[in-house]
């Protein structure tokens, strides 16, 4: 069956413009998890959402950063006024239950802020 | 937070050799997993270890946590070309299945043939 796929695969963007990125779980998974890996650093959680509760935010590093998911489907990350840190590979994962070993990961995005 | 440290940062190996991979965190580890990472395909799991003294097994590739459960490694016996890509460790901090991982910065491995 189909995994959980991101769009863009890639992403060029100039420093302050606003960046919308897109997650598609795979159906029927109740959690959704969005992940950061900037070069040289390793994974860093930022939302995660479980359903219809309130996603757990801890994670995200600045207010111009949030994210979105209607009931159990698509997501979207945006990134508002984008910075060159921002730069970076999102990784999206959905798990079917709660817990990390069941999270399937997407291919990322790769995000380049000139 | 929890900070995990992996070591060596990269790796090269000839085909055929084995290897290890080491995973230490600054606390206690209530769940350990590994992840490999191949440019494109996300992450794919690996392996989970909760108890201390735990060893786990898939294929070529054995994954331990120390009794202390503050360290684990991850070793590859005959490596192959399939080997190749990043590996990274994962740290549950909270345990029961925690929201998300803190994880390494990862072992880059490259295979030689």
């Known amino acids: 069956g189909a995994g959980v796929s991101q769009s863009p695969s890639n992403k060029v963007t100039e420093k302050g413009k606003d960046v919308e990125l897109r997650c598609d779980p795979i159906?029927?998974?109740?959690?959704l998890y969005w992940y950061r890996q900037r070069l040289g650093q390793g994974l860093e959680f930022l939302i995660y959402f479980q359903g219809n509760s309130a996603p757990d935010k801890s994670g995200l590093p600045s207010d111009r950063f949030s994210a979105e998911r209607t009931g159990e489907s698509v997501s979207t990350l945006t990134i508002q006024r984008t910075q060159q840190e921002d730069s970076a590979v999102y990784l999206c994962?959905?798990?079917?239950?709660?817990?990390?070993?069941?999270?399937?990961f997407g291919p990322g995005t790769r995000l380049l802020v000139l | 937070s929890q900070e995990l440290e992996q070591s060596p940062q990269s790796l090269i190996v000839q085909e055929g050799k084995n290897l290890t991979i080491n995973c230490t965190s600054s606390k206690t580890l209530y769940g350990l997993y590994w992840y490999k990472q191949k440019y494109g395909e996300g992450l794919i799991f690996l392996m989970m270890?909760?108890?201390?003294?735990e060893e786990k097994s898939h294929e070529k590739i054995t994954a331990k946590l120390d009794e202390k459960k503050q360290q684990s490694s991850l070793h590859i016996t005959a490596s192959q070309p399939s080997h190749a890509g990043i590996y990274l460790c994962?740290?549950?901090?909270?345990?029961?299945?925690?929201?998300?991982?803190?994880f390494g910065k990862g072992t880059h491995l490259i295979i030689q043939p």
């Open positions: 994962a959905s798990s079917l239950v709660r817990g990390p070993e069941t999270q399937y």
């Open positions: 270890l909760q108890k201390g003294g």
């Open positions: 159906s029927g998974h109740t959690a």
């Open positions: 994962g740290a549950d901090e909270a345990g029961g299945g925690a929201d998300g991982l803190t």
